[in-house]
Structures are given as structure tokens and as C-alpha cells.
């Protein structure tokens, strides 16, 4: 079973990423769940979602207390201390920042966790492509990069079908980029920090 | 077809293939999908021949219901937490006029204090209003529970509670099957009211009743309610057939070994622990029960399908004399225990089992698999007590820090 945990804001679209990419999970033929947690359903209130991947069919209502993956959707909320709270060890987290997986660490005060942290900068990328701040698709495709779960092709086709025109395709058009950005970072083209050689040597 | 769905989204999916004629609903958490896509689906013509009416509260959401019924429509609405509370004397009338409406209940908390989230004390306020209460371990069962209930509802004459817990399944998204409308069409008679309001043949119904004749009116309603449990079994049968999969029925039975849902599987025996538990958690104990198994607690689990009417005898049958009875319950009655527990402690009145009563889950509190399988492992020792509530804290009512979420809780 592979576990996420997704965080962000109300507003940014945290509970249609986990619905996204359970659907993308979906096409890559695992069996899937994605949970949301309600909080204050503020906008701008910290909002947790989950999704999990099974290769049979999902029965627990558990919230998922030790992600494999976090995905988190606003750097401000590293330092409130629950991004890294459960980390399966050797786990995945993918931040969106302009910032490096080193400054994400300080921020949250995880220099020593066994982690992997990418990093890639969603919501400016988002902004460019659809002028809103819901960088869902790019952090679905930074995940596509990251892992061999589901496919950038799939994160692109669930955000089409879900929103279609020209929505879809800013999102499509932006998790293409976040998808390049991370590859980039992953293969080391790219000047940015990151645990890369750590993400190539553990195969998450 | 496999889709992934939004549990709300696949109850309103299913409702309009029911082919309901009015639709009345007022928006509440966690109900809220539900009807906002029936009333898109009526808009957008996907809801054909379905008149949906906005009105300004669920009192208004059930009187329409119970009028769009008398006319002899297929009725349907949903509701949840203290909407349920403000409808509650027309969902008595409904019952008691013998009008089959179905309605979801995306099952949440009452306040004081408010609280959007799920347990079963809404639906459990309102248990002997006269409606059948069936309650959805899943998605699937939550779509498919629909089907069942309009044709059980309509043989009855009674109306039927869908109980769905709200957040945990009406907002989570899983792979489901729906039924087709071809299906449910082959599936579902139409609507063929006994009596209907006639202008041309005025009649009236839910008059007023002296004490010459209540007792009389409300001991028939009970014989029908008798009737109730055999009628649910045989459409949940039916809709095995049809369907190939379980939904409905009046207990859910589970494997021995891997805590599948079979409606061949054994009954418990005597040295068994065996929980009982309705909704969604029962997802979360088969998920956590197998590992008890491996190491050796002989631990069985049966889920309550129908809780109106109450299926004592179906209950017993899967016990099989099991001695040692977990309840868990998403309600409390204070001052006793859990809700369900007083029921499943009525039926099992004169047997030797023990029931312990364990008090999870309310106002959302996450059930965690672990804090279940502790549970299993007092019980089996005789180290559980007869009330217990999961995940207690102790030393006072927990403050939250401000921006706490999920994780935190």
C-alpha cells in the first residue's frame, strides 16, 4: 500500500489533489481512496487530505498517520510542524517553494529526518499558466516525477476530464512544466538543492 | 463500469436513476453534494420527469416530501445533524401517513457544542420515528442502499432512513460500480401508490386519531414494521442476484479469515470474540481485525445492516452463541452507553453472552486500527470493561492549538 498525505490551505485545492490523484492512481490500474479532512473551512485555514494506492480493494476509514509521500501545497505551513509528522522512514516529501529541500528542512525542523525532499515551485508555475493559485496539477506532476506510481500523462488527462477547456489545459500546461522542473532537478540539469542522488539511490 | 467517485456523487448518481418525481431538499453538512448534484442533474435534464423544489428549511424539505408522496410521487430528500432535528415532526407524520419516502442521512454530530462532523447521533435521535434505517458500510453499499430502500419503502408503505456517515464517506472518493439506469430500471418497479390525494376523489390521510383508535393505528404500523425485516432481506437477495454483489440485508456476515463480507460465511462460535459495529467503521475493522487473527484472538466481526427494523433474530443466527460481544457504537445514550448497545443487549436478553459496549468516533474523532485492535485484545483477555470510550484523554476537554488539523488530532 502506498500512502499520501497532502497539505495546504483552504482554497488552494487540497481535497481535489487527493481526488485527482486517486483518479490518476486509478488509470495506472492500482485500487484506490482519497480521504478529506474538514477542518474550519476557512480559506487560508490549514487543510489536510489523503489518498492511498492498494493493489486490492481499500477498506480502512483510518486517516493516514504514516504517509510513504507528503505533498505539501504551501511552505508556510512547514513550520507549524505536522508536514513531516508520521514520515514512513525514507518517505517522499515534495514542497512547494521557490526555496531549496535544505531551507525546507530548516524551516521544519526535519534536518535529520529520513527523507527525501523535493522541491518545486508550483504555484508560480500555476500562476503563469492559469492565474490562480491552485497548483494541484503541478504538484501531482512533481510527484509523476518523482515516483512511478502514476504518470504525468494521467495527472494531465484527470485534470481535463474534471476541468474541461481551458481550465484543463492551464493545468495540463503547468504540471507539464513542474513535470520538467523536477526532472531537471532529479537528473541534476537543474542548479536547485535537492535530495537527488538520495531519490535516484532509493528508487521511491 | 469501474469509476472513482465521490460518495456523494455516486448517491445522487444512483437517486436520479431511481427516477424519483420531486426532489426537496435544504443544503447541510455533510448532506450538501448530494442534493446540489441532484439539483444540477434536474437542471441539465440528466434528472428527467423530476421536479426539483428549493425551499427555505428541512421542515419545508420533508412537507413537500410528504405532499409530493400523498400525490403519489416517488419522493426523495436528504438531510443531516440538526436538519434531521428541525424535520423531526414531519419525518414522524411521513411514517406514520405511510408515505415511502427515502431519504439519505449523511450522518454528523448535534450540537451543543456544534460540530459538522460524523457520528450517528442524528439518525439515532430519530430511531422509532417509524422509518426504516439502513446504514451503508461503504460507498458502494451507500449508492447501491438506495436501490433496495426505494423498493422495500414501496412495498411497505414505509418510509426508509439511507444512513450514510457523513465526511468519512459522503466526501471520500473510492472505486465503485453504480448500477445502471438500464439496470435499476429492470430493477425497481414503478411507483404504484395503494392511495393517492385525488382532487377529483378527495380523501384525507394523518387525521386526527382519538384515544378510541391511536393505540389501535399504532399497533398496526407496528405489525407492518414486523413485516419490514423479511421484505428487506428479500429485495436485498434480490439485488444479490441482479447485481452479483452484497448490499443491504439485514446483517452483514464476515469470513473467519481475511474479514471479507459473505453472506456464506460461519457463524461465530461460543469462544469467539465477536465485534459488532455499523457504517464505515467496518471498513477500518476488517482492515485491523486480520492482524489479531494471526496472532491468535479468535475474533469475528458482524455488521448491522438494518437498524430499524432491529434484527435480533439475524443477529443471534450470526453470533452463534458467542460469549464475549464487542459493540461499537458511534452514538451515546448518557448515563448508560452506546446506542446500538442497548439494542444489540435486547436481543441477546436470556443468552450467555457479554456485551461490552465501546463508545468511538464521535463528533469525528478518527477511529484508528490500532485503538481497535487494543480493544479486541482486552476483550479476549476479560480485561475490557462493560462501557469503554476509544481514545479517551484524560484530565479534561483537549484544547486544540490554533491551525490544527487532522494530523494534530
Redesign the interface.
Known amino acids: 500500500m502506498r500512502q499520501i498525505r497532502i497539505h495546504g490551505r483552504g482554497g488552494q485545492g487540497v481535497v481535489t489533489a487527493a481526488e485527482m490523484l486517486a483518479r490518476a492512481g486509478f488509470l495506472a490500474g492500482h485500487e484506490v481512496q482519497a480521504i478529506p479532512s474538514f477542518g474550519s473551512e476557512r480559506t487560508g485555514a490549514p487543510v489536510v487530505s489523503y489518498c492511498r494506492f492498494d493493489d486490492a480493494p481499500l477498506r480502512t476509514r483510518e486517516p493516514v498517520l504514516v504517509p510513504d509521500v507528503v505533498l505539501v501545497q504551501d511552505p508556510t505551513l512547514l513550520a507549524t510542524g505536522g508536514v513531516f509528522a508520521g514520515l514512513a522512514a525514507g518517505g517522499l516529501v515534495i514542497v512547494d517553494t521557490t526555496t531549496s529541500a535544505v531551507e525546507v528542512r530548516a524551516a521544519a525542523g526535519a534536518q535529520e529526518v529520513d527523507a527525501t525532499v523535493v522541491t518545486v515551485p508550483a504555484t508560480p508555475i500555476t500562476l503563469r499558466h492559469l492565474g490562480r493559485p491552485k497548483p494541484a496539477a503541478a504538484m501531482l506532476a512533481a510527484y509523476a516525477a518523482s515516483a512511478s506510481d502514476v504518470t504525468l500523462e494521467a495527472v494531465k488527462q484527470v485534470f481535463r476530464e474534471r476541468f474541461p477547456g481551458a481550465v484543463g489545459e492551464a493545468n495540463a500546461a503547468a504540471a507539464d512544466e513542474a513535470f520538467a522542473f523536477v526532472r531537471d532537478e532529479l537528473t541534476g540539469t537543474s542548479e536547485s538543492e535537492t535530495d537527488a542522488a538520495a531519490l535516484e539511490a532509493r528508487e521511491v | 463500469m469501474r469509476e ?1 467517485l ?1 460518495g456523494s456523487q455516486a448517491v445522487a448518481r444512483t437517486v436520479a436513476r431511481c427516477r424519483p418525481g420531486v426532489v426537496c431538499a435544504y443544503p447541510i ?2 448532506q450538501t453534494h448530494i442534493v446540489e448534484a441532484l439539483s444540477a442533474m434536474a437542471r441539465t435534464g440528466e434528472l428527467a420527469d423530476c421536479e426539483y423544489v428549493n425551499v427555505e428549511s428541512e421542515f419545508s424539505a420533508m412537507s413537500v416530501s410528504i405532499g409530493a408522496s400523498a400525490a403519489g410521487s416517488r419522493a426523495y430528500t436528504a438531510t443531516a445533524s440538526q436538519g434531521l432535528l428541525y424535520m423531526a415532526e414531519a419525518v414522524f407524520n411521513a411514517a406514520g401517513m405511510g408515505l415511502p419516502i427515502v431519504m439519505t442521512v449523511a450522518n454528523r454530530a448535534i450540537g451543543a457544542p456544534i460540530n ?2 460524523n457520528d450517528h447521533s442524528d439518525a439515532m435521535a430519530l430511531r422509532d420515528s417509524g422509518w426504516l434505517q439502513l446504514y451503508a458500510a ?1 460507498n458502494q453499499e451507500a449508492a447501491d442502499l438506495h436501490v433496495i430502500a426505494f423498493a422495500a419503502a414501496e412495498e411497505l408503505e414505509i418510509p426508509a432512513m439511507v444512513c450514510m ?1 457523513g ?3 459522503t ?5 465503485l460500480e453504480l448500477p445502471t439506469a438500464a439496470q435499476v430500471d429492470a430493477f425497481l418497479p414503478t411507483y404504484a401508490p395503494r392511495q393517492a390525494l385525488d382532487i377529483d376523489h378527495p380523501t384525507t390521510i394523518g387525521t386526527m386519531a382519538g384515544p378510541e383508535s391511536f393505540t389501535e393505528t399504532k399497533y398496526l404500523q407496528h405489525l407492518r414494521f414486523l413485516d419490514a425485516a423479511g421484505v428487506i432481506a428479500a429485495w436485498s437477495e434480490r439485488f444479490h442476484e441482479a447485481f452479483g454483489r452484497e448490499a443491504g440485508g439485514l446483517v452483514s456476515r464476515y469470513t473467519a479469515d481475511a474479514l471479507e463480507r459473505s453472506r456464506d460465511a460461519a457463524p461465530a462460535d461460543e469462544g469467539d470474540v465477536t465485534v459488532i459495529a455499523m457504517g ?2 467496518l ?2 475493522l ?3 481485525l486480520p492482524a489479531l487473527r494471526a496472532e491468535g484472538v479468535p475474533v469475528r466481526l458482524v455488521g448491522i445492516g438494518s437498524y430499524r427494523p432491529f434484527p435480533a433474530e439475524a443477529l443471534r443466527d450470526a453470533l452463534g452463541g458467542s460469549r464475549t460481544v464487542v459493540v461499537i457504537d458511534r452514538a451515546l445514550e448518557l448515563g448508560s452507553g452506546g446506542v446500538l448497545t442497548g439494542d444489540v443487549g435486547r436481543a441477546l436478553a436470556g443468552t450467555r453472552s457479554r456485551v461490552h459496549s465501546v463508545v468511538a468516533g464521535l463528533g469525528g474523532r ?4 490500532e485503538s481497535l485492535r487494543g480493544v479486541v485484545r482486552r476483550a479476549h483477555a476479560g480485561e475490557l470493561g462493560a462501557l469503554e470510550f476509544l481514545d479517551l484523554k484524560e484530565g479534561g476537554v483537549p484544547v486544540p492549538h490554533a ?6 488530532r
Not at chain 2, 466526501?171 to 472505486?175: E, I, L, R, S, Y
Not at chain 2, 478518527?366 to 486500527?369: F, R, S
Not at chain 2, 491551525?403 to 494534530?408: F, M, R
Open positions: 472513482v465521490e453538512s455533510p459538522i462532523w461503504d456517515d465526511f468519512v464517506l466526501h471520500a472518493t473510492d472505486v464505515s467503521v471498513g477500518t476488517q482492515a485491523a478518527p477511529i484508528l486500527e491551525g490544527a488539523t487532522e494530523v494534530h
